[in-house]
């Protein structure tokens, strides 16, 4: 029996809709659904991309490579707003006065090869790649990651700006860079660039960096990639006893993936 005409240009249709979303920098997740940049991530218990339900709304995310753009999320409400928009506005609260910084955890985890075209230096891009986080939340200023390279220390890049702030309104995360260095952030920077909590597991972040902002032993190569036997320094954003396991907590495999820490400048 010969295969019906309709049918054979509705899957035709198909098939050329799904290789649209791909050239324009789509890919597909888990669960073999296209997704394309611009769309935000949710987060279950477990620190995973996990589904909307029927009445949350919004799409499904996957963490994206270093060279992958970042864009918000759609709107939860349908009534226009967006959560680029939401988070904009906890710069005007009265918890935040005019030119208080702000620091997060980016909501994208990334693979310890941070070479990407944004920067001539692993470093460079990593900072861009904050900044891409920042705007896509509708977060203006400069932004750079706590970073290190083998000849680029993180403190030679970060200025103080102190105090620094969650993306939640307006908790102060870090009153001071002395603070920082002798005892930790005052708060755990648990929230991502649109000020949504992350869960512990999901608060792992690649740093290179040891307390005082000097390059640790241990750069994944110079943030090059996974090689055999290689590791980076990441810090882990948990409560501990330890003051410096926020950027030093363990050497963790190059092949694994981890967040950023922006920090606005």
Known sequence: MKPRLDVLILSFT?????????EDGGDLDGFGRVVLPGED???????????????????????????????????????????????????????????????FLTSETYSSDLRTPFGSTPTESADRLCELHAEAAGLDGRWIA???????????????????HLTDG???????LLRLWVSGPNELIDRDEFGRELPESARRIWTGTSRYGATSSQTCSGWT????????TTGL???TAFADSWTQHD???????????????
């Open 14 to 22: 198909v098939a050329l809709c799904l290789g649209c979303h791909a």
């Open 41 to 103: 991530p949710e987060w279950d218990s477990e620190g995973e991309v996990r589904e909307e339900d029927e009445e949350g709304g919004g799409g499904d995310h996957g963490d994206s490579g270093a060279a992958g753009g970042e864009a918000s999320g759609s709107d939860q409400d349908g009534e226009g707003g967006s959560r680029a928009e939401d988070t904009e506005s906890n710069r005007g609260t009265s918890s935040l006065r005019e030119g208080e910084k702000l620091v």
């Open 146 to 164: 706590w970073l290190s390279g083998p000849d680029d220390p993180v403190i030679d890049r970060l200025e103080d700006h102190s105090p620094w």
């Open 170 to 176: 307006g908790t102060v995360a870090i009153s001071s």
């Open 225 to 232: 990639g996974p090689a055999y036997l290689t590791y980076g």
């Open 237 to 239: 954003m948990v409560e």
């Open 251 to 265: 050497w963790t495999d190059c092949r694994a993936m981890a967040r950023l820490l922006c920090i606005e400048q």
